[in-house]
């Protein structure tokens, strides 16, 4: 799965009707994914923190979905977070997605399914 860098592209999504083509900007460098989405009101799409094994919503201003992801892309666990929590850290967890809460359920992304990363 390599590296990626600070920029865009598209989450691809297998679940059970498809692909389902969604998005992305990806914070990979520590500045980026120190900042993520504080400060905003809203994301487009999803946004991924790589690499990341835990996440918090500290000064965030609306909640979120959070998906973590292992090595290879699959799904681990799915949680929505209010502002202000402190997410558990997943020992597999080597990436994590985070849309706006309720999304992801719609887009088929649930523990088992592999996500695929598209950089532009």
Do not use: N
């Amino acid at each position: 799965m390599g590296r990626w860098q600070d920029g865009r592209g598209q989450l691809i999504v297998h679940g059970e009707r498809g692909e389902l083509a969604v998005p992305l900007e990806v914070a990979a460098s520590y500045r980026a994914r120190t900042k993520g989405l504080l400060g905003r009101d809203s994301v487009e799409g999803a946004l991924l923190l790589s690499p990341a094994g835990s996440v918090h919503t500290f000064r965030m201003r609306f909640p979120i979905d959070v998906a973590y992801l292992d090595r290879g892309l699959r799904v681990i666990a799915v949680r929505t977070m209010s502002p202000g929590r402190l997410g558990l850290p997943r020992v597999r967890s080597r990436h994590v997605l985070e849309a706006g809460a309720g999304v992801m359920e719609g887009w088929g992304v649930r523990v088992g399914v592999r996500v695929e990363i598209v950089v532009e």
